[in-house]
Protein backbone atom coordinates (compact mmCIF):
# COMPACT_ATOMS: atom_id res chain seq x y z
CA UNK A 1 0.00 0.00 0.00
CA UNK A 2 1.50 3.26 -1.13
CA UNK A 3 0.72 5.97 1.26
CA UNK A 4 2.38 9.07 0.26
CA UNK A 5 2.15 10.11 -3.46
CA UNK A 6 6.18 9.35 -4.84
CA UNK A 7 5.15 12.24 -6.72
CA UNK A 8 5.11 14.99 -3.63
CA UNK A 9 7.86 15.59 -1.35
CA UNK A 10 8.03 13.43 1.58
CA UNK A 11 6.68 14.94 4.73
CA UNK A 12 9.93 15.43 7.11
CA UNK A 13 7.86 13.77 10.19
CA UNK A 14 7.61 10.67 7.76
CA UNK A 15 10.88 10.65 6.81
CA UNK A 16 11.52 10.96 10.75
CA UNK A 17 9.44 7.85 11.47
CA UNK A 18 10.91 5.86 8.66
CA UNK A 19 14.36 6.62 9.74
CA UNK A 20 13.95 5.80 13.34
CA UNK A 21 12.44 2.20 12.45
CA UNK A 22 15.03 1.78 9.44
CA UNK A 23 17.79 2.17 12.67
CA UNK A 24 16.52 -0.21 14.92
CA UNK A 25 15.69 -2.98 12.15
CA UNK A 26 19.77 -2.65 11.37
CA UNK A 27 20.13 -2.57 15.22
CA UNK A 28 17.88 -5.93 15.69
CA UNK A 29 19.13 -7.69 12.65
CA UNK A 30 22.35 -7.87 14.09
CA UNK A 31 23.34 -11.33 15.05
CA UNK A 32 19.77 -12.72 14.76
CA UNK A 33 19.94 -13.94 11.81
CA UNK A 34 22.42 -14.42 8.49
CA UNK A 35 21.67 -11.12 6.72
CA UNK A 36 24.32 -11.79 3.93
CA UNK A 37 22.86 -14.93 3.68
CA UNK A 38 19.32 -13.54 2.84
CA UNK A 39 20.39 -10.69 0.90
CA UNK A 40 22.56 -12.77 -1.46
CA UNK A 41 20.25 -15.53 -2.12
CA UNK A 42 20.32 -16.96 -5.75
CA UNK A 43 16.97 -17.00 -6.43
CA UNK A 44 17.52 -18.56 -9.95
CA UNK A 45 16.34 -17.81 -13.47
CA UNK A 46 13.83 -20.85 -12.63
CA UNK A 47 12.16 -19.26 -9.02
CA UNK A 48 8.37 -18.44 -9.00
CA UNK A 49 5.70 -17.10 -6.68
CA UNK A 50 6.01 -20.21 -4.74
CA UNK A 51 9.72 -19.92 -3.89
CA UNK A 52 8.79 -16.63 -3.40
CA UNK A 53 6.23 -17.08 -0.78
CA UNK A 54 9.13 -19.99 0.52
CA UNK A 55 11.83 -17.16 1.15
CA UNK A 56 9.96 -14.81 2.93
CA UNK A 57 8.58 -17.14 5.31
CA UNK A 58 12.20 -17.37 6.06
CA UNK A 59 12.55 -14.09 7.04
CA UNK A 60 12.53 -13.00 10.72
CA UNK A 61 9.56 -11.52 12.36
CA UNK A 62 9.24 -7.78 13.88
CA UNK A 63 6.03 -7.21 15.38
CA UNK A 64 4.57 -3.68 16.50
CA UNK A 65 2.53 -3.15 19.76
CA UNK A 66 -0.65 -1.35 18.08
CA UNK A 67 -3.30 0.46 19.98
CA UNK A 68 -4.92 2.78 17.32
CA UNK A 69 -3.11 5.76 18.75
CA UNK A 70 -1.01 8.08 16.78
CA UNK A 71 2.07 6.98 18.04
CA UNK A 72 1.92 3.19 17.22
CA UNK A 73 0.04 3.83 14.15
CA UNK A 74 2.71 6.14 12.78
CA UNK A 75 5.40 3.58 14.09
CA UNK A 76 3.13 0.57 11.93
CA UNK A 77 2.94 2.60 8.92
CA UNK A 78 6.84 3.04 9.25
CA UNK A 79 7.62 -0.51 9.57
CA UNK A 80 5.11 -1.93 7.18
CA UNK A 81 7.16 0.32 4.60
CA UNK A 82 10.60 -0.59 5.54
CA UNK A 83 10.61 -4.13 6.90
CA UNK A 84 10.63 -5.41 3.45
CA UNK A 85 13.58 -3.50 2.20
CA UNK A 86 15.40 -4.66 4.78
CA UNK A 87 14.43 -8.05 4.48
CA UNK A 88 11.62 -8.71 7.56
CA UNK A 89 8.22 -10.07 7.57
CA UNK A 90 6.15 -7.86 9.32
CA UNK A 91 2.87 -7.88 11.80
CA UNK A 92 1.16 -6.35 14.35
CA UNK A 93 -0.36 -7.42 18.09
CA UNK A 94 -3.07 -5.68 19.34
CA UNK A 95 -3.83 -5.47 23.16
CA UNK A 96 -7.69 -5.12 24.34
CA UNK A 97 -7.61 -4.38 28.04
CA UNK A 98 -11.11 -3.66 28.15
CA UNK A 99 -10.65 -0.67 30.45
CA UNK A 100 -12.78 1.19 28.18
CA UNK A 101 -16.80 0.67 26.29
CA UNK A 102 -15.21 1.29 22.93
CA UNK A 103 -11.77 -0.76 23.53
CA UNK A 104 -13.11 -3.89 21.51
CA UNK A 105 -14.10 -1.67 18.31
CA UNK A 106 -11.20 0.43 18.48
CA UNK A 107 -8.93 -3.03 18.51
CA UNK A 108 -10.78 -3.87 15.44
CA UNK A 109 -10.49 -0.82 13.36
CA UNK A 110 -6.63 -0.75 14.37
CA UNK A 111 -6.30 -4.16 13.23
CA UNK A 112 -8.20 -3.11 9.74
CA UNK A 113 -5.44 -0.44 9.80
CA UNK A 114 -2.50 -2.89 10.25
CA UNK A 115 -3.83 -5.15 7.06
CA UNK A 116 -4.32 -2.47 4.76
CA UNK A 117 -0.83 -1.11 5.97
CA UNK A 118 0.06 -4.54 4.22
CA UNK A 119 1.21 -6.02 7.67
CA UNK A 120 1.24 -9.83 7.17
CA UNK A 121 0.45 -11.01 10.35
CA UNK A 122 -2.18 -9.24 12.82
CA UNK A 123 -3.04 -10.48 16.50
CA UNK A 124 -5.54 -9.52 18.79
CA UNK A 125 -5.22 -10.38 22.47
CA UNK A 126 -7.98 -9.69 24.81
CA UNK A 127 -6.68 -9.76 28.59
CA UNK A 128 -8.31 -9.15 31.91
CA UNK A 129 -7.11 -6.37 33.96
CA UNK A 130 -6.74 -6.99 37.90
CA UNK A 131 -6.04 -3.86 39.77
CA UNK A 132 -3.23 -4.51 41.71
CA UNK A 133 -1.35 -1.92 44.49
CA UNK A 134 -0.22 0.76 42.04
CA UNK A 135 -3.67 1.32 40.60
CA UNK A 136 -5.64 0.56 37.28
CA UNK A 137 -2.58 2.21 35.48
CA UNK A 138 0.31 -0.11 36.26
CA UNK A 139 -1.92 -3.16 36.00
CA UNK A 140 -3.06 -2.50 32.60
CA UNK A 141 0.46 -2.01 31.74
CA UNK A 142 1.67 -5.24 33.16
CA UNK A 143 -1.23 -6.98 31.82
CA UNK A 144 -0.20 -5.55 28.31
CA UNK A 145 3.29 -6.75 27.88
CA UNK A 146 3.14 -9.61 29.37
CA UNK A 147 0.18 -10.59 26.39
CA UNK A 148 2.73 -8.93 24.27
CA UNK A 149 5.36 -10.87 25.12
CA UNK A 150 3.29 -13.86 25.08
CA UNK A 151 2.08 -13.09 21.40
CA UNK A 152 5.85 -12.87 20.03
CA UNK A 153 6.61 -16.14 21.47
CA UNK A 154 3.73 -17.50 20.07
CA UNK A 155 4.34 -16.48 16.47
CA UNK A 156 8.21 -16.58 17.09
CA UNK A 157 8.75 -13.13 16.45
CA UNK A 158 12.04 -11.67 16.57
CA UNK A 159 11.63 -8.57 17.60
CA UNK A 160 8.52 -6.42 19.08
CA UNK A 161 8.41 -2.71 18.45
CA UNK A 162 6.95 0.07 20.76
CA UNK A 163 5.61 3.52 20.36
CA UNK A 164 7.27 4.93 23.29
CA UNK A 165 8.29 8.90 22.13
CA UNK A 166 10.91 11.56 23.06
CA UNK A 167 7.35 13.17 25.01
CA UNK A 168 6.86 9.85 26.98
CA UNK A 169 10.39 10.19 27.82
CA UNK A 170 10.37 13.57 28.93
CA UNK A 171 7.76 12.91 31.37
CA UNK A 172 9.10 9.73 32.85
CA UNK A 173 12.16 11.97 33.50
CA UNK A 174 10.21 14.49 35.53
CA UNK A 175 8.03 11.73 37.48
CA UNK A 176 11.55 10.09 38.73
CA UNK A 177 12.74 13.24 39.64
CA UNK A 178 9.67 13.70 41.63
CA UNK A 179 9.73 10.71 43.34
CA UNK A 180 13.53 11.48 44.34
CA UNK A 181 14.44 8.36 42.41
CA UNK A 182 18.53 7.27 41.56
CA UNK A 183 19.73 7.67 38.60
CA UNK A 184 18.75 4.74 37.22
CA UNK A 185 15.03 5.78 37.05
CA UNK A 186 15.96 9.40 35.50
CA UNK A 187 17.52 7.61 32.43
CA UNK A 188 13.79 6.59 31.60
CA UNK A 189 12.58 4.19 29.02
CA UNK A 190 15.25 2.62 27.71
CA UNK A 191 15.78 1.84 24.01
CA UNK A 192 16.03 -1.84 24.18
CA UNK A 193 14.83 -4.72 27.20
CA UNK A 194 15.37 -8.02 25.52
CA UNK A 195 13.01 -8.29 22.53
CA UNK A 196 11.07 -4.96 22.60
CA UNK A 197 12.76 -2.31 20.80
CA UNK A 198 11.71 1.75 21.10
CA UNK A 199 12.31 3.26 18.19
CA UNK A 200 10.42 6.77 18.77
CA UNK A 201 12.33 8.16 21.58
CA UNK A 202 14.16 10.53 19.59
CA UNK A 203 11.02 11.27 18.20
CA UNK A 204 8.10 13.46 19.09
CA UNK A 205 4.37 13.10 19.65
CA UNK A 206 3.93 16.09 17.15
CA UNK A 207 5.93 14.26 14.79
CA UNK A 208 3.99 10.86 14.93
CA UNK A 209 0.46 12.93 14.73
CA UNK A 210 2.13 14.82 11.78
CA UNK A 211 3.17 11.72 10.32
CA UNK A 212 -0.48 10.15 10.48
CA UNK A 213 -1.71 13.10 8.86
CA UNK A 214 0.50 13.18 5.90
CA UNK A 215 0.13 9.19 5.46
CA UNK A 216 -3.94 9.99 5.94
CA UNK A 217 -4.02 7.77 8.24
CA UNK A 218 -6.80 8.73 10.90
CA UNK A 219 -5.80 7.72 14.92
CA UNK A 220 -7.82 7.04 17.83
CA UNK A 221 -7.14 9.68 20.75
CA UNK A 222 -7.66 7.43 23.96
CA UNK A 223 -9.24 9.45 26.47
CA UNK A 224 -7.58 7.98 29.40
CA UNK A 225 -4.57 10.30 27.77
CA UNK A 226 -6.03 13.67 28.71
CA UNK A 227 -7.83 12.29 32.04
CA UNK A 228 -6.15 14.86 34.46
CA UNK A 229 -6.65 12.46 37.41
CA UNK A 230 -3.44 10.69 35.87
CA UNK A 231 -0.32 11.96 37.26
CA UNK A 232 1.50 11.68 33.63
CA UNK A 233 -1.30 13.37 31.82
CA UNK A 234 -0.82 16.25 34.63
CA UNK A 235 2.82 16.60 33.56
CA UNK A 236 2.07 16.22 30.02
CA UNK A 237 -0.66 18.82 30.12
CA UNK A 238 0.62 21.32 33.24
CA UNK A 239 3.88 20.71 33.74
CA UNK A 240 5.89 20.14 30.52
CA UNK A 241 3.89 23.25 28.89
CA UNK A 242 4.90 25.18 31.65
CA UNK A 243 8.79 24.51 31.63
CA UNK A 244 8.41 25.42 27.89
CA UNK A 245 7.23 28.67 28.86
CA UNK A 246 9.40 29.47 31.65
CA UNK A 247 12.30 27.88 30.60
CA UNK A 248 11.90 28.24 26.60
CA UNK A 249 11.70 25.70 24.37
CA UNK A 250 13.21 22.44 24.15
CA UNK A 251 12.92 21.11 27.19
CA UNK A 252 11.23 17.73 26.08
CA UNK A 253 14.05 17.00 23.89
CA UNK A 254 16.53 18.28 26.95
CA UNK A 255 15.13 15.81 29.51
CA UNK A 256 15.57 12.73 26.67
CA UNK A 257 18.97 13.66 26.45
CA UNK A 258 19.91 13.73 29.82
CA UNK A 259 18.22 9.97 30.37
CA UNK A 260 19.91 9.28 27.75
CA UNK A 261 23.74 10.35 29.46
CA UNK A 262 22.54 9.03 32.78
CA UNK A 263 21.62 5.61 30.82
CA UNK A 264 25.19 5.59 29.70
CA UNK A 265 26.69 6.28 33.22
CA UNK A 266 24.31 3.51 35.24
CA UNK A 267 25.22 1.04 32.29
CA UNK A 268 28.90 1.81 33.15
CA UNK A 269 28.29 1.16 36.55
CA UNK A 270 26.46 -1.98 35.98
CA UNK A 271 29.86 -2.97 34.10
CA UNK A 272 32.16 -2.16 37.48
CA UNK A 273 29.84 -3.50 39.68
CA UNK A 274 29.53 -6.62 37.67
CA UNK A 275 33.22 -6.84 38.13
CA UNK A 276 33.52 -5.89 41.60
CA UNK A 277 30.88 -8.44 43.25
CA UNK A 278 32.69 -11.36 41.61
CA UNK A 279 35.55 -10.18 43.69
CA UNK A 280 33.99 -8.94 47.09
CA UNK A 281 30.92 -11.48 47.28
CA UNK A 282 31.03 -14.85 49.17
CA UNK A 283 28.40 -17.52 50.04
CA UNK A 284 27.42 -17.31 53.55
CA UNK A 285 25.16 -19.57 55.75
CA UNK A 286 21.85 -19.02 54.63
CA UNK A 287 22.68 -15.89 52.43
CA UNK A 288 25.36 -14.10 51.11
CA UNK A 289 28.74 -11.79 52.54
CA UNK A 290 30.39 -8.98 51.48
CA UNK A 291 33.76 -7.70 52.42
CA UNK A 292 33.54 -4.58 54.76
CA UNK A 293 36.44 -3.36 53.70
CA UNK A 294 36.15 -4.09 50.33
CA UNK A 295 32.94 -1.97 50.19
CA UNK A 296 34.52 0.76 52.66
CA UNK A 297 37.19 1.11 49.64
CA UNK A 298 34.98 2.21 47.48
CA UNK A 299 32.97 5.61 46.80
CA UNK A 300 29.58 5.88 48.09
CA UNK A 301 27.70 5.75 44.72
CA UNK A 302 29.70 2.19 43.98
CA UNK A 303 29.22 1.20 47.30
CA UNK A 304 25.31 1.77 47.48
CA UNK A 305 25.18 -0.19 44.09
CA UNK A 306 26.72 -3.17 45.15
CA UNK A 307 24.09 -3.76 48.27
CA UNK A 308 21.35 -2.50 45.78
CA UNK A 309 22.52 -5.40 43.71
CA UNK A 310 23.41 -7.71 46.42
CA UNK A 311 19.92 -7.12 47.22
CA UNK A 312 17.89 -7.38 43.92
CA UNK A 313 20.08 -10.24 42.53
CA UNK A 314 20.29 -13.03 44.99
CA UNK A 315 16.88 -11.86 46.93
CA UNK A 316 14.64 -10.20 44.81
CA UNK A 317 14.36 -6.81 46.69
CA UNK A 318 14.74 -3.49 45.33
CA UNK A 319 15.83 -1.45 47.97
CA UNK A 320 15.02 2.11 48.61
CA UNK A 321 16.78 4.76 49.33
CA UNK A 322 16.45 4.56 52.79
CA UNK A 323 17.13 1.06 53.04
CA UNK A 324 20.52 1.25 50.84
CA UNK A 325 21.91 3.57 53.36
CA UNK A 326 21.00 2.17 56.57
CA UNK A 327 22.78 -1.14 55.24
CA UNK A 328 25.64 1.29 54.20
CA UNK A 329 25.81 2.59 57.92
CA UNK A 330 26.91 -0.86 58.76
CA UNK A 331 30.05 0.17 56.84
CA UNK A 332 30.70 3.53 57.49
CA UNK A 333 29.22 4.28 60.78
CA UNK A 334 29.96 1.19 63.02
CA UNK A 335 28.96 1.44 66.33
CA UNK A 336 28.14 -2.00 67.00
CA UNK A 337 24.32 -1.39 65.88
CA UNK A 338 22.11 -4.69 65.66
CA UNK A 339 20.48 -5.95 62.69
CA UNK A 340 19.01 -4.25 59.53
CA UNK A 341 16.12 -5.55 58.36
CA UNK A 342 14.58 -4.65 54.93
CA UNK A 343 12.12 -6.27 53.33
CA UNK A 344 12.68 -9.90 52.53
CA UNK A 345 16.41 -9.53 54.11
CA UNK A 346 18.05 -9.53 57.49
CA UNK A 347 21.55 -7.90 56.83
CA UNK A 348 24.15 -8.21 59.69
CA UNK A 349 28.20 -6.92 60.49
CA UNK A 350 30.03 -10.28 61.67
CA UNK A 351 34.06 -10.83 61.32
CA UNK A 352 34.33 -8.10 59.11
CA UNK A 353 31.48 -9.36 56.95
CA UNK A 354 28.60 -7.71 55.87
CA UNK A 355 26.12 -10.93 56.02
CA UNK A 356 22.90 -10.90 54.08
CA UNK A 357 20.09 -13.38 55.02
CA UNK A 358 17.00 -14.39 53.59
CA UNK A 359 13.63 -13.67 56.00
CA UNK A 360 10.36 -14.90 55.44
CA UNK A 361 8.39 -12.99 52.95
CA UNK A 362 11.55 -12.35 50.57
CA UNK A 363 10.02 -12.30 46.91
CA UNK A 364 11.99 -15.01 45.86
CA UNK A 365 10.75 -17.39 48.79
CA UNK A 366 8.29 -19.01 46.45
CA UNK A 367 10.78 -19.34 43.74
CA UNK A 368 13.05 -21.17 45.92
CA UNK A 369 10.27 -23.89 47.49
CA UNK A 370 9.01 -24.56 44.20
Known amino acids: ?45 GAGPAQD ?11 VALSGGADSLALAAALAFEAPKAKWRAGAVLIDHGLQDQSAAVAETAAAQATALGLSTVLVRRVVVEAGEEGPGSA ?12 ASEVGATALLTAHTRDDQAEQVLLGLARGSGSRSLAGIPPRRGIIYRPFLNVSRL ?29 RQRILPLLETELGPGIAAALARTAE ?3 EDAEAFDTMIDEQIEEIVEPAEAGISVSVAALQANPAALRHRVIRRVAEAEFGSDLSREHTLGIAALVTDWRGQGPIFVPGIRVTRSQGKIVFTRQVGSPRDSQTEA
Do not use: I, K
Open 1 to 45: MDLVDPRTPLHPAVSATRLAVRRVLQVAGQGSRDVEGADGADTGA
Open 53 to 63: RAAACDLPLVL
Open 140 to 151: ARDARYRALEDA
Open 207 to 235: ETEAACDAQSLPFWQDPHNSDPRYTRVRV
Open 261 to 263: QLR
